[in-house]
């Protein structure tokens, strides 16, 4: 890990970050009941001479959250 490109042996490109969220369900009355949200990062790795060593990927993670409207954040 070096804070100049230079130095190090490969380099981590993102290319997008991704943020997003989804409603999953409403209570019986009418109130956000569950939300998923989703993050996604695509990237590739390049070595010092500009080869890819990992070409373009993208992975992703969500997580389901429930909302309670009596519940203070």
């Known amino acids: ?3 100049y490109p230079s130095e190090a ?3 981590l490109e993102i290319q997008k970050i991704e943020q997003t969220q ?3 369900s409403i209570s019986g009355s009418a109130e ?3 939300y998923t949200l989703f993050y996604r ?3 590739s790795v390049i070595d010092q001479n500009g080869d ?3 070409p ?3 992975i992703s993670t ?3 959250f429930n909302s309670n409207a009596t519940k203070i954040l």
């Open 56 to 58: 373009r990927n993208t």
């Open 52 to 54: 890819i060593i990992i």
């Open 1 to 3: 890990m070096t804070d």
């Open 9 to 11: 042996s490969a380099l």
């Open 22 to 24: 989804q409603l999953t």
């Open 62 to 64: 969500s997580s389901v």
């Open 41 to 43: 990062v695509t990237f």
């Open 32 to 34: 956000a009941g569950q």
